[in-house]
């Protein structure tokens, strides 16, 4: 066999194998909202022991105006943002992957270093969300990401040069 028709003979091969995954995949959009009055923190978690699906992004609206998303994961995602009232809507998450999954959910409230857990669980979909499960295994995992401490070196960086240019003018 020539080299052409190796070449050929591996993207088809390739094709075959790649295709009936790429088939069962889809990308999906869910609304959400928080369920606990004073919400300003909200944690996913994807099923670590058979994540078919995976997290793609969030976006907000309605009344969830202010918030952002601050870690996101293909497994986990922490977005925060101004308390808000019970079941208030607007926060939009997009999946990929093959269905049914499980994800584990924390609505949060912080307060300075300190956070009350509000509610957890578990959503399933199987055609159809599921939130009755109360399983939650992530109380470990809640922490409020720090300043990172690149950006404190950058302002320090930033300050000096600062300095300097100002002794330099002063001279």
Known sequence: M?????????????????????????????????????????????????????????????GHTGWQLVSNHPLQQFMEGPAEPAGTGGIFSSFSGSQPFSFQWAEVQWQGSTYTLLGSGTGIWNGGWNFTDKTFTH????????????????????????????????S
Do not use: C
């Open 139 to 170: 109380s470990q995992d809640i922490v409020h990401l720090p300043l990172p401490a690149s950006a404190l070196l950058l302002g320090s960086g930033l300050f000096g040069l600062g300095l300097l240019g100002w002794r330099r003018q002063s």
């Open 2 to 62: 020539n080299k052409i028709a190796i070449n050929v003979l591996v993207m088809i091969l390739g094709l075959f194998f790649w295709l009936p995954s790429a088939a069962g995949a889809s990308t999906w959009t869910q609304e959400f909202q928080t369920d606990y009055a004073g919400t300003n923190a909200v944690y996913l978690w994807m099923n670590p022991t058979a994540p078919q699906v995976e997290f793609e992004a969030t976006t907000f609206g309605g």
